[in-house]
């Protein structure tokens, strides 16, 4: 079992930046992969962004050149970087691991809000 609680959420402008942070209770190591997934009101949970435990990373297409996804092994820490916000990427942001399938993930964190608007 793990934990993962996010954090860094919040109200901002359109054009703002957030950084988000995902903390694990246990070696973020251990996962081979970890992601950050949104879910918007009446909407399904989407991928935003995964790196894999060797560093490789892939977004989605509406995020690509404006979030980044990293991760800090030493502190089990995971981070989303979003910057050049816009009102479509209000959502509920999860932080996900996965411990066999990278796109498959086994555990989640309680979600923060990021609400992109005016």
């Given at each position: 079992q793990v934990q993962l609680v996010e954090s860094g959420g919040g109200l901002v402008q359109p054009g703002g930046s957030l950084r988000l942070s995902c903390a694990a209770s246990r070696s973020i190591f251990s996962f081979?992969?970890?992601?950050?997934?949104?879910?918007?009101?009446?909407?399904?949970?989407?991928?935003?962004?995964r790196v894999t435990r060797g560093?490789?990373?892939?977004?989605?297409?509406?995020?690509?050149?404006?979030?980044?996804?990293?991760?800090?092994?030493?502190?089990?820490?995971?981070?989303?970087?979003?910057?050049?916000?816009k009102p479509e990427d209000t959502a509920v942001y999860y932080c996900a691991a996965a411990g066999l399938l990278a796109t498959r993930p086994d555990y989640w964190g309680q979600g923060t809000q990021v609400t992109v608007s005016s």
């Open positions: 081979i992969a970890m992601a950050w997934y949104r879910q918007a009101p009446g909407k399904q949970r989407d991928l935003v962004a560093g490789s990373t892939n977004y989605a297409d509406s995020v690509k050149g404006r979030f980044t996804i990293s991760r800090d092994n030493a502190k089990d820490l995971v981070y989303l970087q979003m910057n050049s916000l």
